[in-house]
Each structure stands twice: as structure tokens, then as C-alpha cells.
């Protein structure tokens, strides 16, 4: 453990930085899951409700810092296909 005190407060911000970006990654990670089930079952209507979703949750967690802009635009270009595949 950290003697400086202000080495101990980036100890404690850098937890708490880490354990908020988990949370908003495991969001991104379900809102994932969920589209691309709704496309293996073949079902348009709720696979395009779960892609807004999910486009929504990787946009915010981009505007936060959690992932790059080029990623978050790289997952919702291959959420948008899959779910366009749909015949």
C-alpha cells in the first residue's frame, strides 16, 4: 500500500474509476447479448428495438470515455449488419 496521501487518494479514484467502467461495459455487453439473440431467433421487430438499445448504451459509454469512438462505432457497423441480415 501507497505512504503518500495523495498516492493512496489515486489508489481509491482509480478503483472507483474501474469499478464504474465494468458496470457501463457489462451494460454494453448484456444490451449485445440481447440483439444479437433476438437475430439467431429471426425476429426483426425485436432485434431493431434491441439495436437502438444497444446503440444507445455504446454511444454513451463512448461520450464517457469507457471505450474509443472508433470502437463503439466498429460494434454498432457489425450490430447494424447482423441485424440487417435478417431476411
Known amino acids: 500500500m501507497a505512504n503518500i496521501k495523495s498516492a493512496q ?4 479514484v482509480n478503483q472507483t474509476k ?3 467502467n465494468k458496470s457501463i461495459k457489462s451494460e454494453v455487453k448484456t444490451a449485445i447479448k440481447k440483439v ?20 444507445s448504451a455504446i454511444t454513451k459509454a463512448s461520450h464517457k470515455g469507457v471505450y474509443h469512438k472508433n470502437t ?3 460494434k454498432i457497423s457489425r450490430l ?6 435478417i431476411a
Do not use: G
Open 36 to 55: 444479437e439473440a433476438a437475430v439467431v431467433a429471426n425476429d426483426k421487430e425485436t432485434a431493431n428495438a434491441a439495436l437502438l438499445a444497444a446503440i
Open 72 to 74: 463503439a462505432s466498429r
Open 80 to 85: 447494424t449488419l447482423k441485424v440487417n441480415s
Open 18 to 20: 474501474a469499478a464504474r
Open 9 to 12: 487518494k489515486r489508489i481509491l
